[in-house]
């Protein structure tokens, strides 16, 4: 089950450095946020390989991010991995003037 939420204002678009990540906690959410060419991407911060919440730190190229700690990479407009499949959660962006806002969602699990 997934809990929807509202648009969340994270930091001024004018605060985010080309290609150079950063982190944000929205609701309790790991979010690593980025921009490339005036665009503003978000993702979950969690790199799946080793759970480690280092994605925000890794090198951004051709439209992905590489993780810092083992080379794994994840497309920014999607999340997935190079082959297609599921990779990083992918959070809806918008920015009003020099605001970003971003859109997250908590995974429940119900066991």
Known sequence: MIEENE??????????KEKIG??????DVDVALFKVENEVFAVSNMCLHQKAAIIYDGFVEDGFVTCPAHGWQ?????GRVPSGIKGLDKYE???ENDDVYVKVFKKILKW
Request: hydrophobic share 45%; with cysteine.
């Open 7 to 16: 648009f969340k204002k994270v930091c001024k678009l004018s605060d985010l």
């Open 22 to 27: 950063q982190r944000f906690f929205i609701d």
């Open 74 to 78: 994840f497309e920014l407009k999607t």
């Open 93 to 95: 962006v918008k920015i």
